[in-house]
Structure formats: C-alpha cells, structure tokens
Nanobody, 115 residues
Framework: QVQLVESGGGLVQPGGSLRLSCAASGTTFRFYAMAWYRQCPGKQRELVTSITSGGATNYADSVKGRFTISRDNAKNTVYLQMNSLKPEDTAVYYC?????????WGQGTQVTVSS
C-alpha cells in the first residue's frame, strides 16, 4: 500500500508561481511512474504531466513551457513547479502513482489563480 500526500496549493495571482509536492510512503517509490492530474468543477479529471521511473517526462499542451515535473527518489517525493499561472489553471490537483496494476491517488490540493 502506498499513501500519497499532496501539499503546496493555495491562492496565487495570475502570472505567479507555486510548487506542489507529493510525498509517498513506502520503499518502492522509485519504481513508480508518477503523475499530476487536475480537476475543475463540473469537468473530468485530466492529466497534466507525468514522469516515469527513469525520469522521462510528458506534458499536456496547455502547460508545456510553464510547468515542470520532477522527482527526488531519496525523499520519496514528486514535485510540480508551476510558473506563469493562469486563471484556467484553477483546479484541484491530484498526485498519482502507478506500477503494474497498482494505482494510487492523493487527496488533492486546491490551486486557485485569481487577482
């Protein structure tokens, strides 16, 4: 069983930055593919970015050049650096970990971009 705990959300003005963290329990974190999803009210959860166990990354077109995913296997943590934030980035952001048939979610952290 892996537990994921997100932190770092909050209120930020357009053009600002936030860094989200997702801390994972357990000793097998380094083998997991990790991802960040987001969900706006009334909309489906969407994939924002992912990183494989080997460090390969992928980004949604809407965040390319603005968001960066990274992982620190020594700290069992994955990060999402969000720059040049826009109001449309407002959502609950969820951390996800996958390995084989195992699929884990965090509880989510709210990000609100507003002036």
């Amino acid at each position: 069983q892996v537990q994921l705990v997100e932190s770092g959300g909050g209120l930020v003005q357009p053009g600002g930055s936030l860094r989200l963290s997702c801390a994972a329990s357990g000793t097998t974190f380094r083998f997991y593919a990790m991802a960040w999803y987001r969900q706006c009210p009334g909309k489906q959860r969407e994939l924002v970015t992912s990183i494989t166990s080997g460090g390969a990354t992928n980004y949604a077109d809407s965040v390319k050049g603005r968001f960066t995913i990274s992982r620190d296997n020594a700290k069992n943590t994955v990060y999402l650096q969000m720059n040049s934030l826009k109001p449309e980035d407002t959502a609950v952001y969820y951390c996800n970990g996958q390995r084989y048939h195992y699929n884990y979610w965090g509880q989510g952290t709210q990000v609100t971009v507003s002036s």
